[in-house]
């Protein structure tokens, strides 16, 4: 047994010595969501990567870890990212953060991780908070199969892709910001369906936290009857169902 062990610690060694990058994910509300592991690894790294140092600082300082804190966010992540690079193929260990949940998922973390693997860095990604899991669990909405779309884009391709997703079988969730709720529920009801089944969730894990489940058309009119509402919001959309077989004679 004692061998057993020993053999585990000494894997683990190696495994931290080999990783370059760690992708840290972060509370998506609640401080207190953080995993331990996940703080053993900001604070013993050289340097942490954040979308917003603002407000990665105010976590970094509520669990007093004192490591160097650098921007990487989509403004200057194509400017910087070699530079990463190169320090971590000198032996620096960076980790990088979000403002809130897993790195890349509908925030910057893509680009480092491809340019790491294509200078044979070794990266190791952290479990931890994503909004869209709590969102579509809550929703109690179909969750064995769905389809994660994140922001659905402002201008070019809104169209196609919402008429795309009208058709999609499975469960789909989206991100959208308060300031376009109320836009994006109305355009997924001209082309679902009034009574096509949703789920909208805001605040995830805060003091506020709502969820609303109903018809888009009922999510509609609870939503433009609460005036300004804040945070940001996941929605989850029933997929289409299938046509009911019936036996023809």
């Known amino acids: 047994m004692e061998n057993t062990e020993n053999n585990i610690e000494e894997s683990e060694e190696r495994n931290e010595n080999q990783t370059s990058l760690y992708l840290v994910p972060t509370p998506i509300g609640n401080l207190g969501d953080i995993t331990l592991r996940a703080l053993e690894t900001l604070k013993k790294v050289d340097l942490i990567l954040a979308e917003d140092t603002r407000k990665t600082g105010v976590l970094l300082k509520h669990y007093e870890i004192k490591q160097p804190l650098q921007s990487y966010h989509a403004h200057n992540e194509h400017h910087t990212v070699q530079k990463w690079i190169e320090q971590m193929q000198q032996g620096s260990v960076f980790a990088l953060v979000s403002d809130a949940g897993t790195p890349a998922i509908s925030d910057p973390g893509f ?19 994503t909004a869209f899991v709590p969102a579509l669990v809550k929703s109690g909405l179909p969750s ?17 892709l ?17 300031h376009r709720l109320i836009k994006t529920l109305t355009q997924l009801a001209e082309v679902c369906g009034n009574d096509r089944n949703a789920s909208v969730s805001r605040e995830l894990t805060k003091v506020y936290e709502e969820t609303k489940n109903g018809t888009l058309e ?3 009119n609870y939503f433009s009857t609460k005036g300004k509402v804040k945070g940001e919001f996941v929605i989850v959309v029933e997929g289409k169902s299938k046509p009911v077989k019936t036996n023809k004679y």
């Open 111 to 129: 680009l480092l991780v491809r340019e790491a693997l294509k200078a044979n860095l070794s990266i190791e990604c952290l479990t931890g908070a």
């Open 144 to 160: 064995e199969r769905f389809c994660f779309e994140g922001f659905l884009p402002h201008k070019k391709g809104r169209k196609t």
């Open 162 to 178: 919402l008429d795309a997703l009208a058709e999609e079988k499975r469960t789909f969730i989206l991100y959208e910001s308060p």
């Open 218 to 220: 009922e999510i509609i």
